[in-house]
C-alpha cells in the first residue's frame, strides 16, 4: 500500500511538472553607451595678407586629423580663404588653387584713386571660385568681418554676394579704395577684428579655433604715408586681437613672421608653417575636444 501510494505520489509530481510551463527569461537589454556631446567648432581666420596662405596649411592639418570645422570666419585674407572652404573647398584644393594663383587675378590698381586698388577683381575671383554661390547657400556657415568707414562699427557680413563681402573685408586702408554696399563704406576687418573669434561665436560655434598671423608693430620709423598707415593698423590691431583672442579656446599662431605683406612668392613657406603650428597644437585640440564632449 505504501509502495503504491509512494508511485502515485511520483507520477503525480512528474505530471505536474511535465504540464508546468516555464516562463523564458527577458532578454538582457544592452548596457547603454552615454553618447559624447555634438560640439560646433568654429574656425576663425585672422589677416595678415600674403601670410594668409597659413590658413590653408592649418586647414589641411585639421582634415587630415579627422576634425571637422563646423563654422567658419574670416578678416581679410581670412575671409578669402574662409569663403573658398566653407563653400566646399578643401585643403588639398585649396593648396593647388593658392600654387596656381598669379597676384595679377587680384590686382587693378586705379589711377582715379591715386593708385589705389579697386578690389573688383579680388571680388570676381572669389566669386568664381565659389561658383557664384551666395553665403547663406554654402555648406558651412560663413561670415566676413569688415569695419564700417564712417562710424567704425563691426559688420559681420554672413549673407550675400560672396565676393562683395572678402573684398570690404580685406580693403587694406591706404592700399585698398572703401567698398561701398548698400550705401554705406567698408573697409578691412582688421581695424575692429583682427581674428574673428567672436563673429565664431554668433554663428554658434562652442570651441573656437583661432589662427592668428598678424604682424606685430616693429621699432623704427615708418618713411612713407602707407608704412604710417600700416605702422597704425598693426598697432590697433595687436590690442584687439589679443582682447578678442581670450575669448578662443586654442589659439594658433604660424611663424610667418618674416613673410611681407605682398610677398606672395612665399605661399609655399606660408602654407608649411600653417601645417606645423596646427599638428604642435593638436594633442590640445583633441583634449579641449574631449573635455567639451563630457
Known amino acids: 500500500m505504501k509502495r503504491r501510494t509512494l ?25 547603454t553607451v552615454p553618447q559624447p556631446k ?23 592639418m585639421l582634415e587630415a586629423n579627422g576634425i571637422k570645422v563646423d563654422v567658419v570666419t574670416g578678416t581679410s585674407a581670412g575671409s578669402v580663404v574662409g569663403a573658398l572652404y566653407a563653400s566646399g573647398i ?19 590698381v586705379s589711377l582715379l584713386s591715386g593708385g589705389l586698388v579697386k578690389g573688383q577683381k ?11 554661390q551666395t553665403m547663406e547657400k554654402f555648406p558651412k556657415p560663413f561670415a566676413a568681418v569688415a569695419t564700417n568707414l564712417d562710424t567704425g562699427e563691426r559688420m559681420v557680413f554672413g ?20 567698398v561701398t554696399i548698400a550705401g ?6 582688421g581695424v575692429v577684428s583682427p581674428v574673428p573669434v567672436d563673429a565664431a561665436r554668433q554663428l554658434g560655434a562652442d570651441l ?17 604715408m602707407v608704412g604710417n598707415v600700416n605702422q597704425a593698423i598693426i598697432i590697433m590691431g595687436q590690442k584687439l586681437g589679443e582682447q578678442e583672442m581670450t ?13 611681407g605683406a605682398a610677398d606672395f612668392d612665399q605661399k609655399n613657406v606660408a602654407i608649411l608653417e600653417g601645417e606645423k603650428a596646427m599638428l604642435a597644437l593638436m594633442p590640445e585640440l583633441k583634449r579641449k575636444l574631449a573635455e567639451k564632449q563630457k
Open 247 to 259: 575669448r578662443a579656446d586654442l589659439v594658433v599662431r604660424p611663424k610667418v613672421g618674416k613673410i
Open 159 to 178: 549673407s550675400g554676394n560672396t565676393g562683395q563681402a572678402v573684398r570690404a573685408s580685406s580693403s587694406i586702408p591706404g592700399v585698398f579704395e572703401p
Open 208 to 224: 573656437v579655433i583661432a589662427v592668428d598671423i598678424s604682424s606685430k608693430a616693429a621699432n623704427g620709423k615708418p618713411n612713407s
Open 7 to 31: 508511485l502515485s505520489l511520483l507520477f503525480g509530481t512528474a505530471l505536474l511538472l511535465g504540464c508546468a510551463t516555464t516562463e523564458a527569461p527577458e532578454p538582457s537589454k544592452p548596457a
Open 90 to 108: 578643401n585643403g588639398f584644393e585649396l593648396q593647388e588653387k593658392a600654387f596656381a594663383l598669379d597676384e595679377s587675378q587680384i590686382r587693378d
Open 184 to 189: 554705406k563704406r567698408y573697409i578691412d576687418g
Open 122 to 132: 579680388l571680388q570676381d575671383y572669389v566669386n568664381t571660385l565659389v561658383k557664384n
Open 38 to 60: 555634438k560640439i560646433r567648432i568654429g574656425l576663425a581666420l585672422g589677416g595678415g595678407a600674403a601670410k594668409g596662405f597659413a590658413h590653408i596649411g592649418v586647414i589641411k
